[in-house]
């Protein structure tokens, strides 16, 4: 099995903040069956960049790929863009990752 390691804070940044970006990755991805992407330094990933890779994991089943070494903050933003595109987040699970709901009342 073809593995590709992509250290993410060099390949892109420190912080990666869209969608764009990380799709430059495809086309190394597209070449190998198993995939780790090592977060090591990465500070933040924006909602955007973490739809698009949870989206490329689900549209390719048949590799393996792998996040490593993700911090808090990065790990929250996949776990919740994951519970949405599972049709997962409810307060429940918002709740999970320390995020407050507020209802504003005019």
């Not at 892109?12 to 799709?23: C, E, L, N, T, Y």
């Not at 924006?46 to 070494?69: G, M, P």
Request: net charge positive; proline share 1%; aromatic share 6%.
């Amino acid at each position: 099995m073809t593995t590709i390691f992509i250290d993410v804070e060099k390949e892109i940044a420190p912080i990666v903040g869209s969608r764009d970006v990380v799709k430059t990755l495809e086309r190394r991805m597209d070449t190998a069956k198993k995939i780790v992407l090592d977060f090591k330094n990465v500070e933040f990933v924006s909602r955007s960049a973490a739809h698009v890779l949870l989206e490329y994991k689900r549209n390719n089943a048949n590799k393996v790929i792998e996040f490593r070494n993700m911090n808090q903050s990065v790990e929250k933003m996949f776990y919740l863009v994951e519970a949405q595109l599972e049709g997962r987040a409810n307060k429940d699970k918002l709740k999970s990752v320390d995020i407050r709901v507020m209802e504003l009342v005019a």
